[in-house]
Structures are given as structure tokens and as C-alpha cells.
């Protein structure tokens, strides 16, 4: 029984369930939808504000800047002006299409090097590991490196477009073409774009920051294994391999938590989200104390295993032979996460995870004081066991929440290396698997439950702004060319200037992508690889040694640059196929309107047509969109069904007492607020 629980988990979570499960979570936060439902709209309004510049021209140069404008290339006709965005926005939609297709092609080639990668871990001597691994992590690298020149090229696209807008309006003000509360609207609007500039540059700031965490707590891993290791009674394997495992939880929290946090955050909210949370400190420092969830769990678990019922198990507990108690090693790892920790700024995740580790102390030092006796007073037995349960529950909902801001999966693949280490050594990697499966099973759930909360308002969320645009046009086709007054274009403009903002966002988030990917895999290659080729081979109780641990940590950087690259993969052969089928004709529409004789019949024929062909493709993209969230739903619920049919299904029946412990702590976990990071 105990077998088939971890061989149905290990089944559960192999390398292509997890990338089918990175999508499921990601799916609120980073798809197709978000660089294309903007565009038709976006297009028809460039269609519009085209045929309103063949009305009245007039000059908006009355105040220009002392150092002139920066981005405006003909000030005196606003006609001009009007055209030069139409050009921009021509462009950036052309050149979108052209690199999303070029990131298609090359993150296509991603599986196969990391294939050839695991191959060389798995059956590599060391020296083939160190002559051979480094060519294929550099093939990714190299992919990733491409692939952020082609995303940032086309950010800067759409910035030129927003810049451009951005200036024309700050010269209709100066220009003193606004009054009251039309003025201080049109002020607002262009703060708030300021404002997600400033945003943007804190997110590319805070990366940097990730990268350096990240590598901190790779080398914080390897000497943590090796004291650990060195420290490690012998017959105490079981203790061991629990703690590695809290140690490779961990590495996997960061990785998830650096790369697709600050990616799935929007803009704005993931500077301020912090607030929401804590009293200080940023995003990354949370995200490098939460990824010691895993740790702390492992370690409150391990202390709860020795109570079985209502009893603590003083023989199991106490090592005679080496005149021991077992828990006094969970209570270094306590301390050595505290001491971690110390130097981050105070915020609540801290506080928090400070506290567990406290009172994970106190209580194997009473564990301790009583273990050589065998015994102790029934009263005081079971306030330690109330301690010890309150502690584990404390320390799932810690875990849980950590699972929600990490956004990391709840069912985590034991790392290759370990895996067969533990597959050929005693049932202890069994009973664990057994006691942990019904945890995860309701933590799935909880987070499968909260990303279709967050994709159900995501998608109506979008529904709304397309509505308010639509609005807009509709009004706008309503007016007769005279009627068009100065007002109205800018009005436009506005609207203009936000949907192009939000294509500009998605594309922010793919530049992110691929700096998280290339910065991964030159961690690996700087320190995990250096790590594993000077690891010696030291003789230990334990079969894992350095060396395996080492190229689990490969393996676990490795995967995560491919998971990633395999989201983008998604993302980009989907928005290629749209993109051909509902916007590439229209953006050639729009530069042949561009280029027309405004006086001539044709034209309004064309802008006729134009509208019609980005009313069909918004339509079009809607659908779409509305088919893929009943795509999710079904891959989600699929998930659910896999899990409890499969796992779930010859899991021994489990006490009233502990599910009912389970489901609050789940519950209390996940209740953390992720919607607004989305907004």
C-alpha cells in the first residue's frame, strides 16, 4: 500500500504533468488573451482617429518644452501628430507578430536540450557531467538570450506608441486646448502612465534582486546538506532524508516564487501588494522567507510522527545507542532557519516563520528533558502533544500560504536523484508519502480552486474593458466627421493610450520571462555545476550524497527554465495562430488606409471595411477566449479527478479529527487575497 502511494505521486507529478500544471496556475496571470483582445480595438481606434485627421488641422505648438519634444515630430498640425501614432501603433503590431513568431520557433527546441540534459544527469559518470551538461544549459541559455532581445524590441514599440500619445496630450495642455475638469482628468491619465513606468522599473530592480536571493540560497543549500549530513548520527537515514527533501521543497518555492511571481503580478499591484501582506520588506525577500514553508513543515512533521494517538512514542524517539533524543536534530534546523532569516527586513511572513521555528524549539527542548526517561507526568504528555498538533496545523497554514504567493505547486516531484536513492532503501520515503498525501491532496484543491476564482475575474474584468471601449467607438461612428470635436480625438487618444499600455504589459511580463530563464540557467552554470565538480566524495550514513544532492539542484534549475520556456511556447503558438487568423489583416487594412487619398471614395470605403473587420475579429477573439476558460475548467477539474481517482482512492481511511485538522489549515492557508494581484 505504502509503495503504490509513492509510486502513484512520483506518477502524478513527472516532468510533464508539472509543465501541464505550471499552465493551469499560470492561466489567470500569463496567456494568449492578454496580448490579443486589446488589438482589434486598438487598430479601429488608430482606423478612427486616421479618418478624423482628414478634418480641421491646427497647431498644438503654443508652450513646447524648453529642450523641445522628444517623441512629437510634427508639433504644428495635430493632423500630423494623429497620423505619427497611427504609424507607431502600425508598427508595433507588425513587429509583435513577427518576434512572437521567431519566440515560437526557438523555445520549440527547449525540450530537446533539457532531454539531452537529463540524459547526461542520469547516466553521466561525473566527468561526462562536467565535460557535456554545461553545452546543453548554455543551448537554453543562449535560446532564452534571443528570445529577450525579440520580447524587449517589441516592448519598445508599443512605449514609443504610448510615449507618443503621452506627449501629444501634455502638449494639448500646455497648449491650453483643455479647461476644469476635462484639464485635471487628462493630468490623472498621464500620471497614472507615468506611474507604471516607475512600476515597470521597480519590477526589472526587484528581478535583479530574485537572481541574487536565488543564489544565496542555492549555496545557503549545499553548506545546510553538508553540516547536516556531517552531523548526522548513523541509523538516523530516515531523519536524514526528510530533511533533504524540506531543503529541495524549498529550492523549488524560490524558483516558482522568483520566476512566476513577479510575472503573474500586474504592474502596479505587485509594488504595492506587498502592503497588503506584511509591514515591510519587499516581494522577494517574502518569497525567500516563505520558500522555507517546506523546511519548516519537514521539520514539525518529523516531530509529530513520534506521536501516535494520544501518545508520544519515547521509544522511537530516544536513540540509545547513540544516547540521543532523534528530535534535537529538527531543533538545529529550527535555529538554522532562524539564523537565516535574521538579516531580512521585518514583515509578517518573517515574524511568522520566526515563531514557528521558536516554538519548534521549546518544544524538542521538553521533548528533550524527558526522552532518556522514557516518560513523563499524563498531564504534561498531553500538553506536548496539543503543542506539537497546533505547531504542525500552524505550520500547514504557513505552507499553504506560502503555496498561494509562490504560486508553487501543491504536488511537488521528488527531485531524480533522490527519488532513486530512496526507491532502493527502506519504507521509511513510504510511510512519509502516506502521512503527507492527504495534505496535498486538499492543498490541490484549495489551489485549483482559488486560480479558477482568479480566471473567472480575470476574464470578466476583460470583458468589462472591452465593453468600455466599444462604447467609445460606437459614440465615435455615431458623430458625423463635423461633429467630431477636439474632445472626442482625445478622449480616444486616451482610451488608445491605455489598451496599448496593456499589450506594453504583456510584453514587460515575456521580457521577465526570458531574464528569469537566462538568469536561472547562468546560476546554474556558475554555481550549482562549480558546486557539484568540487563536492568530494565523502563517505556518509547516507546513500544521497553531495554529489546526488548537487544534481538534484541541477536538475530542479534546469527543469524550472524549461517550465518556463514551455508556458511561453503556449502562449506564443497561440498568439501566432490569432494573430494570423483576426489581426494581421487588419493591421495591413490600416497601413493601406494610411497611405490613401483622403478625399477620394475609396477611402471611406476602406475605413468602412476596417471597422467592420475589427468589430468580426473582437468578436472572434471573445469567443475564443470565453472557449478556452471552458477548456480550463475542464483541464482543472480533470486534474482534481486524476488525483483523488488515482491518489486519493487507496489512501487509508483518515480520522474525522486530522481531515477536519487538514481542511482549516488548508483553508486558513489559501485565504490569502491573490485577486488583486492581477488588477
Known amino acids: 500500500m505504502n509503495s503504490q502511494i509513492v509510486k502513484i505521486t512520483q506518477s502524478l507529478t513527472k516532468a510533464e504533468e508539472m509543465r501541464n500544471q505550471t499552465k493551469l496556475v499560470m492561466q489567470p496571470y500569463a496567456n494568449w488573451e492578454e496580448y490579443l483582445t486589446p488589438a482589434p480595438l486598438s487598430i479601429a481606434i488608430m482606423g478612427e482617429l486616421v479618418f478624423i485627421s482628414s478634418s480641421t488641422d491646427f497647431s498644438i505648438n503654443k508652450n513646447p518644452p524648453k529642450d523641445g519634444y522628444k517623441y512629437i515630430k510634427y508639433p504644428d498640425s495635430f493632423r500630423a501628430c494623429l497620423m505619427q501614432v497611427c504609424n507607431s501603433g502600425w508598427w508595433a503590431f507588425n513587429e509583435a507578430h513577427k518576434n512572437m513568431d521567431q519566440i515560437r520557433l526557438h523555445t520549440m527546441a527547449v525540450p530537446d536540450y533539457m532531454k539531452t540534459a537529463v540524459k547526461i544527469l542520469f547516466r553521466g559518470t561525473d566527468e561526462v557531467v562536467k565535460a557535456h551538461l554545461p553545452d546543453q544549459l548554455e543551448n537554453i541559455r543562449v535560446i532564452a538570450d534571443d528570445c529577450l532581445v525579440l520580447a524587449s524590441g517589441t516592448e519598445k514599440r508599443f512605449s514609443d506608441v504610448i510615449n507618443i500619445i503621452q506627449e501629444l496630450l501634455e502638449a494639448c495642455i500646455n497648449a491650453e486646448h483643455f479647461y476644469g475638469e476635462e484639464l485635471e482628468a487628462i493630468k490623472k491619465k498621464l500620471e497614472e502612465t507615468k506611474l507604471r513606468e516607475q512600476s515597470a522599473k521597480e519590477l526589472n530592480e526587484l528581478s535583479e534582486k530574485a537572481v541574487k536571493a536565488l543564489e544565496r540560497q542555492l549555496k545557503e543549500a549545499q553548506v545546510s546538506y553538508s553540516k547536516a549530513m556531517d552531523s548526522l548520527p548513523s541509523g538516523w537515514e530516515m531523519i536524514g532524508m526528510d530533511f533533504v527533501g524540506g531543503l529541495t521543497g524549498g529550492i523549488t518555492g ?368 471573445l469567443r475564443l477566449v470565453l472557449k478556452n476558460k471552458d477548456e480550463f475548467e475542464r483541464k482543472s477539474n480533470s486534474r482534481l479527478e486524476k488525483i483523488d481517482k488515482e491518489l486519493l482512492a487507496i489512501l487509508p481511511a483518515a480520522a474525522p479529527e486530522e481531515m477536519k485538522s487538514i481542511q482549516a489549515a488548508v483553508k486558513g492557508g489559501f485565504e490569502v487575497e491573490l485577486e488583486d494581484d492581477y488588477y
Open 254 to 621: 524560490l524558483l516558482n516564487g522568483i520566476t512566476l511571481n513577479g510575472i503573474a503580478s500586474g504592474i502596479i499591484s505587485t509594488i504595492n501588494k506587498v502592503k497588503k501582506y506584511s509591514s515591510a520588506g519587499d516581494p522577494v525577500d517574502e518569497i525567500s522567507i516563505y520558500s522555507k514553508s517546506a523546511e519548516i513543515l519537514t521539520c514539525c512533521e518529523g516531530i509529530q510522527r513520534y506521536v501516535r494517538e494520544n501518545e508520544i512514542n519515547w521509544k522511537a524517539l530516544y536513540d540509545q545507542k547513540n544516547k540521543a533524543t532523534k528530535t534535537d536534530f529538527f531543533k538545529g534546523q529550527f535555529q538554522r532557519i532562524i539564523s537565516s532569516i535574521e538579516k531580512i527586513p521585518d514583515c509578517s511572513p518573517k515574524q511568522e516563520a520566526q515563531r514557528l521555528c521558536k516554538e519548534g524549539v521549546n518544544i524538542c527542548k521538553e521533548l528533550a528533558n524527558y526522552a532518556s526517561d522514557g516518560k513523563c507526568e499524563g498531564a504534561i504528555m498531553e500538553e506536548l502533544i496539543q503543542k506539537i498538533r497546533n505547531l504542525t496545523e500552524s505550520a500547514r497554514i504557513f505552507d499553504c500560504t506560502s503555496k498561494a504567493v509562490t504560486r508553487s505547486p501543491s504536488l511537488i516531484p521528488k527531485p531524480p536523484m533522490m527519488h532513486q536513492e530512496e526507491s532502493k532503501s527502506d519504507k521509511s520515503a513510504s510511510q512519509r508519502a502516506t502521512e503527507n498525501a492527504r495534505f496535498h491532496i486538499e492543498q490541490s484543491r484549495a489551489q485549483l480552486d482559488k486560480t479558477r476564482d482568479v480566471y473567472e475575474k480575470s476574464v470578466e474584468k476583460m470583458e468589462k474593458n472591452q465593453k468600455e471601449l466599444t462604447d467609445i467607438l460606437i459614440t465615435m461612428r455615431n458623430c458625423e466627421l463635423k461633429e467630431i470635436d477636439f474632445n472626442t480625438t482625445i478622449q480616444m487618444l486616451v482610451k488608445g493610450m491605455d489598451a496599448m499600455g496593456r499589450v506594453k504589459e504583456q510584453w514587460e511580463k515575456m521580457v521577465r520571462f526570458f531574464q528569469m530563464v537566462s538568469n536561472i540557467v547562468k546560476t546554474s552554470l556558475s554555481r550549482t555545476l562549480k558546486d557539484f565538480v568540487s563536492t568530494s566524495e565523502k563517505t556518509q550514513s547516507l546513500s544521497y550524497n553531495s554529489k546526488l544532492f548537487s544534481k538534484d539542484l541541477i536538475y530542479s534549475q534546469a527543469f524550472q527554465a524549461t517550465n518556463i520556456a514551455s508556458l511561453v511556447h503556449m502562449i506564443s503558438a497561440t498568439y501566432t495562430e490569432v494573430s494570423n487568423k483576426y489581426l494581421m489583416d487588419r493591421v495591413s487594412s490600416l497601413g493601406k488606409l494610411m497611405a490613401m487619398d483622403k478625399t477620394k471614395p475609396e477611402f471611406e470605403q476602406e475605413h468602412q471595411q476596417l471597422r467592420d473587420s475589427c468589430d468580426e475579429a473582437q468578436k472572434g477573439i
